[in-house]
């Protein structure tokens, strides 16, 4: 995998995906901050998973900070990412 510089703090900022995303039954909440980084919450444990994240067009690229990678499909306002589903969170 190819990684392209890091867009600039603006863009990052800016980017349409970039907020907080839920599971239907708001288990998973995963929060794309505007510095490249997520925060992954699960049930009552904050913080389960953090790491950087790219997105390039709809697809978006994780690297957990233990070393873990994943990817995930932006359709419309629903993420596709890990065998869940996530919606943005309101």
């Known amino acids: 995998m190819t990684v392209q510089p890091a ?3 603006t863009a990052r ?3 349409p ?3 907080m995303w839920v599971t239907a ?7 794309l901050l505007p ?5 992954e919450a699960r049930g009552n444990r904050e913080s389960a ?3 950087r994240y790219e997105v390039r067009g709809d697809d978006i690229f994780y690297w957990d ?3 873990f990678t994943a990817d995930g499909r932006f359709v419309g306002d629903v993420l ?9 969170a309101r």
């Open 7 to 9: 867009a600039p703090a």
């Open 13 to 15: 900022q800016n980017h």
């Open 17 to 19: 995906y970039v907020g």
């Open 25 to 31: 039954d708001g288990y998973v909440r995963h929060n």
């Open 35 to 39: 510095n490249s980084r997520y925060d």
């Open 49 to 51: 998973y953090r790491g």
């Open 65 to 67: 900070d233990t070393g």
């Open 80 to 88: 596709y990412h890990g065998g869940m589903v996530f919606h943005r």
